[in-house]
């Protein structure tokens, strides 16, 4: 399984970013997608997840500013992200679920937030 994301980049505080992460098979349809990030020097970050059926878990540092979401039949899955903040610079990774194990990762999209 390949993921490849896309959509990062330089954004003033406050602003909005839409990253995307396309799968390379349609196993996709059946698995849980999710977004972390890691931020220099820090451990990576759980920021969401979403269900085949839709059911999405969000982390608290990110409810009511990111939204993900999936399009099945585009095999591909959504971060939109308002009101960015400075600390939320970081690479921001796509990942799928091998049973419970968050085992695929594409390789990053690096989003930077400047004040």
């Known amino acids: 399984v390949q993921l490849v994301e896309s959509g990062g980049g330089l954004v003033q505080a406050g602003g909005s970013l839409r990253l995307s992460c396309a799968a390379s098979?349609?196993?996709?349809?059946?698995?849980?997608m999710g977004w972390y990030r890691q931020a220099p020097g820090k451990e990576r970050e759980f920021i969401a997840r979403i269900t085949p059926g839709g059911v999405i878990t969000e982390a608290d540092s990110v409810k009511g500013r990111f939204t993900i979401s999936r399009d099945n039949a585009k095999i591909t899955v959504y971060l939109q992200m308002n009101s960015l903040k400075t600390e939320g610079t970081a690479v921001y990774y796509c990942?799928?679920?091998?049973?419970?194990?968050?085992?695929?990762w594409g390789q990053g999209t690096q989003v930077t937030v400047s004040s």
């Open positions: 098979r349609n196993i996709f349809r059946f698995n849980v």
């Open positions: 990942s799928t679920q091998d049973g419970s194990i968050w085992a695929y």
